[in-house]
């Protein structure tokens, strides 16, 4: 359990600055894994998935963050297909806002809501990786790196959500919720 509090903090910490969307070169799996890693954009986003997955309970700790790669794929091949969405980095911002909110108001609506909403921020998240994709890429190996470190990070919040059950956890789960929120709307004053 410290282990994983430990990577969290770390990771949360040391993560780049969140203009992670500039069309960088996409060299393949370490490229894809260390994205999301490295993007505080990401960072906030999955983790408030996990937190908010374990919070929730049940058959959500499952479905939210297999929801996500699975439709943050579909976004990326809308992306790769010249697909265009509209409002893309301000609407990864807002799912930091909207996600951390979740997190730190303890709020838990219907399975099919959360898997919704999770849902939209992915398409929009992978969509932001499909553009950037340069056709010499290795896609699959960029989306497949991508997709692990996004389910770590996922894991990574699910302990965190699993702190609510001890001395004092409840009050760090609603902070970090609310850091991850904060951290959101100063992530949507740089993207507008």
């Given at each position: 359990?410290r282990?994983?509090?430990?990577?969290?903090?770390?990771?949360?910490?040391?993560?780049?600055?969140?203009?992670?969307?500039?069309?960088?070169?996409?060299?393949?799996?370490?490229?894809?894994f260390?994205?999301?890693?490295?993007?505080?954009?990401?960072?906030?986003?999955?983790?408030?998935?996990?937190?908010?997955?374990?919070?929730?309970?049940?058959?959500?700790?499952?479905?939210?963050?297999?929801?996500?790669?699975?439709?943050?794929?579909?976004?990326?091949?809308?992306?790769?297909?010249?697909?265009a969405?509209?409002?893309?980095?301000?609407?990864?911002?807002?799912?930091?806002?909207?996600?951390?909110?979740?997190?730190?108001?303890?709020?838990?609506?219907?399975?099919?809501?959360?898997?919704?909403?999770?849902?939209?921020?992915?398409?929009?998240?992978?969509?932001?990786?499909?553009?950037?994709?340069?056709?010499?890429?290795?896609?699959?190996?960029?989306?497949?790196?991508?997709?692990?470190?996004t389910?770590?990070?996922?894991?990574?919040?699910?302990?965190?959500?699993?702190l609510?059950?001890?001395?004092?956890?409840?009050?760090?789960?609603?902070?970090?919720?609310?850091?991850?929120?904060?951290?959101?709307?100063?992530?949507?004053v740089?993207?507008?």
């Open positions: 359990m282990l994983k509090l430990t990577l969290s903090i770390f990771l949360a910490l040391t993560a780049a600055p969140a203009y992670a969307h500039t069309g960088h070169d996409v060299l393949g799996f370490t490229t894809g260390m994205h999301p890693i490295l993007g505080l954009d990401h960072v906030i986003a999955m983790l408030a998935v996990g937190l908010w997955a374990a919070l929730l309970g049940g058959r959500a700790i499952y479905a939210l963050p297999v929801i996500f790669p699975l439709l943050m794929l579909v976004g990326g091949a809308l992306g790769m297909n010249g697909v969405l509209p409002y893309v980095e301000p609407i990864i911002a807002m799912s930091g806002v909207v996600l951390g909110l979740m997190v730190a108001l303890f709020i838990k609506p219907a399975l099919w809501v959360s898997a919704l909403m999770v849902g939209i921020f992915a398409v929009f998240h992978g969509h932001a990786h499909g553009v950037e994709l340069p056709a010499a890429s290795n896609a699959f190996g960029y989306a497949a790196g991508f997709v692990i470190a389910a770590l990070l996922h894991l990574a919040g699910i302990g965190l959500g699993r609510v059950g001890v001395k004092g956890g409840e009050y760090f789960t609603h902070a970090t919720g609310a850091a991850i929120a904060l951290t959101g709307a100063a992530l949507i740089i993207a507008v």
